[in-house]
Structures are given as C-alpha cells and as structure tokens.
C-alpha cells in the first residue's frame, strides 16, 4: 500500500455521508431513492453516493484535495428498516454540466449505473429536487394550462378537457382520419392526437394527413366556434423530427407531439430549446413501464413528469385515476404527487396539463375528475369510437359525463336527460374509486 494514504479514496468514506442541515437545496440536486440491499442502508446510500460521484470499488491514489472536498455525492438522509427503505442522496452543482450537456449528464449522476450495483437487490428513483439554478435553465412549458386554455377557449369557465385519440390506432387513411376527427369534434372533444404508433406511414402520410385532419377542424370552427387542437406525432430522429413539425406545421398544424421516452430526454432537450415552433408540445410517455412499473426497481413516474415540465411540455400523459392505466399499487399517491407538481408553483415556470389516458370511458370519468380535479385532459379512445351510436355520440357522451362531474350530478342521473350518456353507461358501466 502506498504512504500517501491521505490520497486514497476509500469505499465507504465519510466524505460520501452528511448530516441532512448541511446540504443546501440550492446547492445540490437531490434524489430520493427506495433501496433493498443486505448491506444495510446505510451502506447502500454510500455506495450510490460513491458510484455515481468520484467514487470506484476500491481504493485509489489519483484523487486530489479538490475531489474530495468539492465532488461527492453525499447520503444525507435515510428512512425505514435495516435492510429496506428509503435513502436521499445530495449531488453538488459542481458535478454537473448544464449548460453544454445539460439533461443527459444530470440523469447520467442520479440514474445512472446505480441500478447495476451488485451489492443493491433493488433501487428505485422516486423523486428528484432541482435547486432554481438549474431550473432557470431551462425554458419549461410555452404554452402551460392556461395558455392551452386560451388556445381552445376555456380560460373564462375552467373546465376538465376533452380529448380523444384516433382509432383504430393505425390504418386509416388521410381521408378517414381526418373523417373520424370531424366526428369527433362536433361531437365535443377539444383535443385529438394521433396515436404514438403513428408518424407517416405510406398508409397514412403526415403532410397528407395534416392537412386533412385540419380542413376537417377549420370547418368544426365555422360550425361551431370552437377551436380544437391535434397534436401531430413527429417523433423520429432527431433531423427528420424537426423536418416532420416543420411540414406538419407548414399544413396547419396547431400542436405538436413527442414520445419522449422513446426519444430520450437529450433529444426532447435539443429539440424544443433550439427550435421555436410556436405551438403547444403534447409529451406522451410510451414506453415508460418497462422502467417505471416495477415498484421496487428503476424509475418512478414522478422524475420523469419534473423532467418533462422542466424541458417544456405543456401536456404529459400521466396515467389515469381509473381505466386500463391505473389502479395498481401505489399507484395512487404517485399519480397524486405527479398532478400535483405538474400544477404547482416552480420558480416562476408555467403549469403543464396533465393527461389522463387509457381505456377510459364516461363511466370512468366521475372518478378521474376526483383524482385530477378541474385542470386535466381526459383522453379516450375507444370509449368514444366505440359507442353503439358511433364517434360524434361517443364523443357526447363523454362531453356530458364531464359536464356531469362539473355540475355535482350523478352519471346516473344525467344520463336520464342525456341519451348518448345512457347508452354509454348501458354498455360500459360506471366505475368508482375505493372510498367512493
């Protein structure tokens, strides 16, 4: 062993430990994590500390004075039993480069190669703090819920968004697309987006497709006087995207989709801070269960959602009160946690609308207007397409059951004036949340 003893950097150093009042939230970027591990918590908080910061699996003798007391990640705070729980673990500033590798570098600290540790049966990410330098950074949403109010009219008389997604989810072409969303349109909904399958196949070609769907909704405005949206799907490489929004755009295009986690952050990142396309972004999670499902292991939805809101999206799927979505275990104080930050203050950046989505249904809406109150989209697909009386019934229907909710009248009893809504109910049923 080398006489420069001083120099070595050990495992399980005491530099890689603080106690929780001395970590400045303004300082460092913060992660909450659930770890299982027979070494212990304490031991398992040092060795993500250590792994995702300047630490190795042995000792070495190429630090200096500066590392040490400047880079590591320090364990800070833990909770719960001997060998199960939860750890929080501090990464300072100086770690980071968020100016010329911004969002890759900072998952590449806090989620890292930590869910490879041998020595960690199981770690999960479940929270993230950005300190405001971090999010001053970036530009979050554009538009936000109130802006996307403004967009389709609501602001004057909040309520919950209607939205559907076309269906079948593939297959139509631009002239039957565009078909299905006037339906659906008239029939009430303020949003339509292609589903994340759907970019420009040869059956369906975006600028064809676009400039259908959009014709199609300029005349539901002359009809109607209202506005609708649809969030184009123009998720691709990161060249191609951009030429995708631009000739989505180019045919009228008024919002704009990304399937973030099949992209990656880095992208999502680079594609709206360096291109100014004027137009809401509707972020949709595809993809996001093979890592945020396990409740144990991986990613949490929530770091994904802040992640989200700090690069600018203006509405993220988040899963659903009650539907084909929701209702695992835990599922919903996390989803609670999500709508909620989505919806608070956070340095002065804009709100983003959450969305609700899958497998829902009008019977289904009492319980998610419970869970996400008045600012939310409520997407359905097949609880519109396939109403026995067709898309524009669907669509009523699911219009009434909303206005149902924001009137405090049972669906029941609304659907004794409301024909569509009583189909509906007839077909599907209604559905309540424990507690109900």
Not at 76 to 97: N, S
Not at 156 to 179: D, F
Not at 212 to 226: A, N, Q
């Amino acid at each position: 062993m080398s006489k420069n003893t001083e120099t070595k950097l050990s495992y399980i150093d005491d530099i890689f430990v603080s106690e929780p009042e001395a970590i400045d939230p303004e300082r460092y970027i913060t992660a909450k994590y659930y770890v299982e591990s027979p070494m212990g918590l304490r031991s398992a908080g040092i060795a993500i500390a250590t792994e995702e910061s300047i630490g190795t699996w042995t000792e070495i003798t190429t630090t200096n004075d500066w590392v040490r007391s400047r880079l590591p990640a320090k364990l800070f705070k833990m909770e719960g039993k001997d060998d199960a729980g939860l750890v929080y673990v501090a990464y300072p500033l100086d770690l980071f480069d968020i100016e010329k590798s911004g969002i890759a570098n900072i998952l590449s600290m806090v989620a890292g190669n930590l869910f490879g540790l041998s020595a960690i049966k199981n770690v999960r990410l479940l929270d993230i703090h950005f300190p405001r330098s971090v999010v001053d950074y970036y530009p979050g949403p554009k538009f936000g819920i109130d802006g996307v109010r403004r967009l389709v009219g609501t602001e004057k008389s909040p309520r919950p968004h209607l939205g559907t997604i076309v269906k079948p989810k593939v297959g139509l072409s631009p002239e039957q697309t565009a078909a299905v969303c006037y339906e659906a349109a008239v029939g009430g909904v303020d949003f339509i987006k292609d589903d994340e399958t759907l970019v420009s196949q040869k059956f369906c070609p975006l600028d064809e497709r676009v400039s259908k769907v959009m014709e199609k909704l300029d005349r539901v405005k002359s009809e109607t006087g209202r506005r609708v949206l649809f969030a184009v799907n123009v998720t691709a490489s990161p060249e191609k995207m951009v030429k995708n929004a631009e000739v989505a755009l180019d045919n009228g295009c008024n919002t704009l989709m990304l399937d973030i986690v099949i992209l990656g952050f880095p992208t999502v990142e680079w594609f709206i801070t360096n291109h100014d396309f004027k137009v809401p972004i509707h972020m949709h999670r595809a993809m996001h269960a093979a890592f945020t499902r396990n409740p144990k292991h991986g990613i949490a939805m929530l770091p994904l959602a802040k992640i989200s809101r700090l690069l600018g999206g203006d509405q993220l799927h988040v899963g659903s009160g009650a539907g084909k979505m929701g209702g695992e275990e835990g599922h919903s104080a996390e989803l609670a946690s999500i709508i909620a930050f989505l919806k608070e203050e956070m340095h002065g950046k804009k709100t983003t609308f959450p969305v609700a989505s899958g497998g829902i249904h009008p019977g289904f809406v009492p319980a998610n207007f419970r869970v996400f109150g008045t600012d939310f989209v409520i997407n359905a697909g097949g609880g519109i397409h396939g109403h026995p009386n067709g898309t524009r019934a669907g669509a009523t229907a699911m219009k009434q059951a909303i206005d149902a909710c924001v009137k405090g009248i049972e669906l029941e009893e609304y659907a004794k004036t409301h024909k569509e809504l009583e189909i509906a109910l007839g077909l599907w049923g209604t559905s309540k949340l424990e507690g109900d």
